[in-house]
């Protein structure tokens, strides 16, 4: 899907066509208006259309079909404008357009890494919660789609059913991909998970941090580690931050072993294993636990201002915060919170 950065407010022209060559279709978050009902500059709406026009030649145009309602796309006729009903971001695909509003719930898509808890068990999988301070999007993590604690690649008995709480429980914390979406919709329906990569699995000996989803964009890598050019703020400790697409972060010490580690066999997998059990067990000393609150208040902070959760402004952050000589306590004042996010701000 090709979207673009130019933001839109209620009311205001997307776009205009005088004849059949220059329709459009009709998306989420925008009508239709006669140019006679609404005699504004056709000039404004032109290039907005334009610069997108240049920014999308060279995208793929496969999208998802649950992101709109066929009803809702209707083509522009003649003499008509196509205004905003909505504070948004133009997203365009071919001649359909919508507006993304920034704070619009979760909307998953295939492959996302989510960070969730597990609510309950039922048969042969667990449900999990993907948002976990309003509405809650129903997801499911189904027995076969993790590895065993073996390793072996096998059918799941009864006896797997059986022993699925000493797997995950009830209020475990867990990272996962988005194997498919079940239902149409816009925000979808049921969600399909699963757990087969090294970096997905039972969370713990970290922190945990709930932001709203639109703060973090889909990036190539959600698995990041902060730290490894000793950067000010850091004492020289390296953090792993997992970076959810529905709004999770998850913030730990980092297990550099799995960084090169590819999931080729059975054998490897018991190395992740036994590589997740020492990070379970290990005891965190001070200074790491400080650097992990560093990080986790530095997050709240860019939460607090709206700003997008990058690895870029989370390094700006504690390094402002270290600059300055402030302590983790104090980072969350009001007056604190605008002078260490002063650097991220004037990038937006």
Not at 30 to 47: F, G, I, K, R, W
Not at 126 to 147: F, H, K, Q
Request: one cysteine or more.
């Amino acid at each position: 899907m090709a979207s673009t950065n130019h933001i839109v407010i209620p009311g205001q022209i997307i776009a205009a066509t005088t004849n059949e060559e220059e329709s459009f279709l009709r998306g989420h978050g925008t009508y239709l208006e006669n140019m006679d009902d609404n005699p504004s500059s056709s000039s404004t709406a032109n290039l907005i259309i334009s610069s997108n026009d240049e920014s999308n030649s060279n995208n793929n145009s496969n999208t998802d079909q649950g992101d709109h309602n066929e009803e809702n796309e209707q083509p522009i006729r003649q003499n008509q404008n196509l205004i905003s009903s909505t504070t948004g971001t133009i997203t365009r695909t071919n001649k359909l357009i919508q507006v993304t509003q920034p704070n619009a719930i979760y909307a998953p898509q295939t492959g996302d890494p989510i960070i969730g808890r597990v609510t309950s068990l039922t048969a042969a999988k667990w449900n999990i919660s993907t948002n976990l301070t309003c509405v809650t999007l129903p997801a499911s993590l189904p027995l076969t789609g993790i590895n065993l604690p073996d390793g072996m690649q096998r059918m799941r008995t009864s006896a797997d059913a059986l022993s699925m709480r000493s797997l995950l429980k009830e209020g475990d914390i867990i990272s996962a991909e988005v194997r498919m979406v079940q239902g149409a919709g816009l925000g979808g329906g049921n969600i399909v998970l699963h757990a087969r990569s090294v970096r997905c699995g039972k969370l713990e000996n970290g922190c945990f941090v709930m932001v709203p989803s639109w703060l973090i964009a889909r990036r190539k890598k959600h698995f990041i580690v902060l730290g490894c050019d000793n950067e000010k703020g850091f004492d020289g400790i390296k953090v792993e931050v997992l970076l959810g697409c529905n709004g999770g972060i998850w913030i730990q010490t980092a297990m550099m072993e799995l960084e090169d580690m590819e999931e080729s066999s059975g054998g490897i997998m018991e190395q992740v294993q036994k590589i997740r059990n020492d990070h379970a067990a290990k005891v965190l000393v001070m200074e790491e636990r400080i650097v992990l609150a560093r990080v986790r208040n530095a997050i709240e902070a860019l939460k607090i201002v709206f700003c997008r959760i990058t690895p870029e402004n989370i390094v700006d952050v504690v390094k402002a915060v270290a600059e300055f000589g402030y302590d983790v306590v104090d980072m969350l004042r009001p007056e604190v919170v605008l002078k260490i996010t002063e650097c991220t701000r004037k990038r937006v």
